[in-house]
């Protein structure tokens, strides 16, 4: 069988999808004297079906699948995407459009439309990012060229190169590095929360964080004034208010980022190597997303367990100065 009908047969053929519930069933492979196409599309296309398409960890799932795809299917640049899945569009279509080269809706189409190369990304579920909250993967962050000089199994570049690919995208140089010079002081960043809902689509109930936010901003601020070692910045951010570029370019400048467990901190894959991170767990929330991105990236992380959702001001201050005394400050 030559490439040409081998390629015939897998292509994917999609109809207008008003559901998710039609595209599962709507998948068939055709034989090569029934197809017919008028519209084709040439350039390398990856086919996206999201699930939890609001949420900001779930849609971080389906960039780095993206994202993976690309890269081990070899693609000079960036893809175009399609949506198959019957989902509207969100405020972080922003960041789709940013990371990829152009995105549509297959439930738009009006006809069938063929891909000459289509790409069907894994799910997010699929990914290591999903399964690594459940299961436990042995794996560490190190920097691609120490992995090219010292291959290791164990060790992975990939979220590193994915944050590298996010900064590319929004347009700050990727070797761009920190600006840490002594009279301009070390950059914390506070990476403030709202309370919202992460699913909206299930209707859950508003969650809150950490009950004391404002609290504990206003202890570390007031801690930070009177800190002689060195010039601290501290800097509070409500990401939800931000765009995602400004969200991360706050995370690159930043030297220590601190947090309530929440979606905001899903930005630390495009911290910089040596940057620290304090995630304030409260009891209701203590699963290892922001532990394991920090460990696939090779980040130091440190992590205060609440027994609630209120956090004492001195134990946060406690945890940063230790951190800061390692960093010489
Ligand atoms: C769907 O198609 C219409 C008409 O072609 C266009 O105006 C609209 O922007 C498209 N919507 C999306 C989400 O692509
Ligand atoms: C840091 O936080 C923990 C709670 O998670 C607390 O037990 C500890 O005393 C704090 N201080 C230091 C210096 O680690």
Not at 25 to 31: E, F, I, M, S, Y
Not at 50 to 58: D, G, I, L
Not at 64 to 74: E, N, Q, W
């Amino acid at each position: 069988m030559n490439k040409n009908s081998w390629l015939l047969k897998i292509v994917v053929f999609l109809f207008a999808l008003n559901s998710l519930s039609l595209y599962e069933g709507a998948d068939r492979v055709v034989p090569s004297k029934e197809f017919q196409c008028s519209v084709w599309i040439e350039e390398p296309t990856l086919l996206v079906k999201r699930f939890e398409y609001a949420n900001v960890f779930h849609t971080f799932t389906d960039w780095y699948s993206g994202y993976v795809a690309s890269r081990v299917t070899g693609l000079p640049s960036r893809p175009h995407v399609v949506f198959v899945d019957g989902h509207c569009r969100t405020q972080l279509e922003e960041t789709w459009k940013a990371l990829f080269s152009s995105i549509r809706y297959a439930k738009n189409f009006s006809g069938p439309v063929c891909f000459r190369h289509a790409i069907m990304s894994p799910l997010g579920y699929e990914t290591a990012w999903f399964k690594g909250l459940t299961e436990d993967i042995a794996c560490e962050g190190a920097s691609a060229p120490e992995l090219w000089q010292h291959p290791d199994d164990k060790k992975t570049a990939r979220l590193s190169e994915f944050g590298e690919m996010i900064r590319g995208a929004f347009g700050i140089p990727v070797h761009r590095q920190r600006i840490e010079k002594q009279a301009s002081g070390l950059n914390i960043l506070f990476v403030r929360h709202e309370d919202y809902l992460p699913h909206p689509r299930h209707g859950g109930k508003v969650e809150s964080r950490l009950s004391n936010e404002q609290e504990v901003f206003d202890a570390l601020k007031c801690w930070v004034s009177n800190h002689k070692e060195c010039k601290i910045n501290l800097v509070n951010r409500l990401f939800a208010h931000m765009s995602m570029k400004e969200q991360v370019r706050a995370i690159q400048d930043a030297s220590v980022i601190i947090g309530a467990h929440g979606a905001g901190l899903m930005h630390i894959v495009s911290a910089l190597p040596k940057t620290v991170v304090l995630e304030i767990i409260s009891s209701q929330y203590r699963r290892p997303h922001f532990a394991l991105i920090a460990q696939w990236k090779g980040l130091e992380y440190h992590a205060i367990s609440l027994a609630g959702l209120y956090a004492s001001p001195s134990v946060v201050i406690d945890n940063l100065s230790r951190i800061l005394r390692t960093l010489g400050c």
